[in-house]
């Protein structure tokens, strides 16, 4: 029984403290349920005095309200200005641990925007190559000499704009030809060496089967001399 609001020296209730009790009742019961979280995941339901419930028809495609999504957009992420420093540093070696010597850039190809180094721009021209499906053009801008920080094109390599020429098609087909020659040159010598390499294998075996013929021979000669020295006997 609750006697907050009894009054010991008069042995009565106080009927102002009641009420404010009841007051304050009212107001958390009032609270509680407006804070409680609506978990409900089903339709919303037509409040109508009708005795069925009638279900509410949900509407997604209308012309009015339409979502635009671009799938470009999610596959793209964005890139890091300079990105391509990330790269400088970073060396090849062969199986033997010996560091591979990077190849020689051509002249028309210019890096571009502080701290661009040969080994840099080689690194970021192969990753774009290895990760890009556009065109490398270069910076096509001729403002980004002068404010790299703004006029950045980040979609393509630290290097000016170049073009590839005839002739610059015309010469890698003659380095094309002549490392292929090299390749099929190693290729052969290591075929004639490991065919003489089975030719040492197979004329051993046959020797020492002929010395074992030759072992068996005088044997038998020396069985057939025992033999006819005991018939003499």
Not at 55 to 84: G, Y
Request: glycine content about 6%; aromatic content about 4%.
């Amino acid at each position: 029984m609750d006697l907050s609001t009894f009054d010991f020296r008069t042995g009565k209730m106080l009927m102002n403290k009641m009420n404010k009790n009841r007051q304050r009742m009212r107001y958390d019961c009032s609270n509680q349920a407006k804070g409680k979280p609506d978990l409900n995941t089903a339709l919303p339901v037509r409040q109508t005095a009708s005795i069925f419930k009638q279900p509410v028809t949900k509407i997604t495609n209308h012309p009015s309200n339409k979502v635009k999504s671009d799938p470009q957009k999610a596959v793209d992420q964005p890139r890091q200005l300079f990105w391509e420093k990330k790269l400088s540093g970073l060396n090849a070696f062969d199986i033997a641990e010996e560091l591979v010597k990077t190849m020689d850039l051509p002249k028309g190809l210019q890096g571009v925007g502080p701290g661009c180094t040969d080994e840099t721009l080689l690194s970021a021209i192969a990753s774009a190559l290895h990760t890009s499906t556009m065109p490398i053009t270069g910076q096509l801008s001729a403002a980004v000499e002068k404010n790299p920080g703004v006029w950045l094109n980040t979609s393509q390599p630290l290097c000016k704009a170049f073009m590839v020429t005839d002739e610059d098609i015309r010469k890698q087909e003659e380095l094309v030809q002549q490392v292929r020659k090299r390749l099929e040159e190693a290729l052969m010598a290591d075929m004639l060496a490991h065919v003489e390499e089975i030719a040492r294998d197979g004329e051993a075996p046959s020797e020492k089967e002929g010395g074992e013929e030759e072992g068996d021979e005088e044997e038998e000669e020396e069985e057939q001399d025992h033999d006819q020295e005991m018939e003499n006997v």
